[in-house]
């Protein structure tokens, strides 16, 4: 019995803690981490924009090579590459706003 | 001033060559040995005496572990900490690695997409191989959102397999690109130190400003390529 009780307690310091924890990180991170948080979005959007071209259009030369049928496979799978770029940016966008709530 | 990319270059130590591959022990691989021996003695003193109220250095193993598993918690819930040990070691390899990279005349493995890409390529075929084992044949529904008419398979599904594997590949790119570029401002600036004689004073303070900025790049980034893992991971466990 008197176990339960103090991992009750426990429980309840965690959770004080944690609530503290939050509210102090949230006010006093969010000036500082403005610029940080923006400049990582950025580099975010443009590595995945560009790795999504870049492995599509692997893929591309990959399989012209398997199939000799240069230059015909590469153009289309660059295109689907981009196009999965744009997709990987979209959805990461959308991950953002909801992480932040909609305003 | 030495070249800037001269501490990027990979120089074997030990040659070994079998079948005609070159599988030479490298700095890189130096280093790589270093940071898991690095690791092993951090936890292996820290965890030394294990007691149920922690002291200092257990509190410290305490605090990573507890981090991580925070992270995989809120990342992927509860089902995730099945692959604690994994994401758990994915961390400290590369966050020891990146700071181990920081000191003199010391080699960062981080900054070379063929160290950062295999580990990434391993995060994939994790994630795969559990998205497969969790969902057996309904792992092709990840490539096939709902809602989405079948007339337009043949164009969705290239799109979201280029979109799946071109994720390790934006992870690794992104790493690479964070470390290289610190540590080749680091050197830059410090080659102005000896070049301009006295008035070196100032890069020399802009430098010690910057290698503490490096730090927690180092740390940062290893903690923002781990989130991703886990947020690859909760695709590959939760996706319907």
């Known amino acids: ?103 | 001033m030495s070249n800037p990319m001269e501490q990027f270059n990979i120089k074997p130590l030990i040659p070994i060559e079998a079948k005609g591959y070159d599988i030479s022990f490298t700095n890189s691989s130096l280093f790589m040995v270093l940071a898991v021996v690095v690791i092993s003695l951090l936890f292996g003193l820290c965890l030394r005496k294990r007691t149920i109220i922690p002291g200092k250095a257990q509190a410290f193993a305490e605090m990573i572990y507890d981090f991580i598993h925070n992270l995989l918690r809120e990342n992927v819930g509860p089902e995730g900490l099945k692959y604690f040990s994994f994401i758990f070691s994915l961390f400290l390899f590369v966050a020891v690695g990146n700071v181990l990279g920081l000191f003199p005349y010391a080699f960062t493995f981080t900054s070379h997409v063929a160290a950062v890409g295999t580990l990434s390529l391993i995060a994939l075929l994790f994630n795969i191989s559990v998205g497969i084992k969790k969902k057996k044949w309904g792992y092709i529904r990840t490539f096939m959102p709902k809602g989405i008419p079948w007339a337009l398979a043949p164009l969705v599904m290239p799109i979201e397999t280029i979109s799946l594997l071109s994720k390790p590949f934006s992870l690794t790119v992104r790493l690479v690109a964070n470390m290289t570029v610190g540590h080749i401002m680091l050197k830059i600036i410090a080659g102005f130190i000896v070049g301009l004689g006295v008035l070196g004073a100032v890069p020399l303070l802009f430098d010690s400003c910057i290698i503490v900025f490096e730090l927690f790049i180092a740390l940062l980034q290893a903690f923002i390529y781990t989130v991703l893992s886990c947020i690859y991971l909760s695709d590959a466990i939760h996706s319907h």
């Open chain 1, 1 to 103: 019995m008197e176990d339960r009780e103090l991992s009750k307690d426990i429980d309840n310091l965690d959770r004080k803690i944690r609530e503290l924890r939050e509210k102090e990180t949230g006010s006093s991170e969010k000036g500082s981490s403005t610029y940080i948080g923006a400049a990582h979005i950025g580099i975010r959007i443009a590595a995945d924009l560009l790795s999504g071209i870049a492995v599509g259009a692997g893929i591309g030369y990959v399989l012209d090579k398997v199939f000799d049928t240069r230059p015909y496979l590469f153009a289309v799978f660059l295109l689907f590459g981009g196009a999965a770029g744009f997709l990987n940016v979209y959805r990461m966008a959308k991950d953002e706003e909801n992480k932040k709530g909609v305003r």
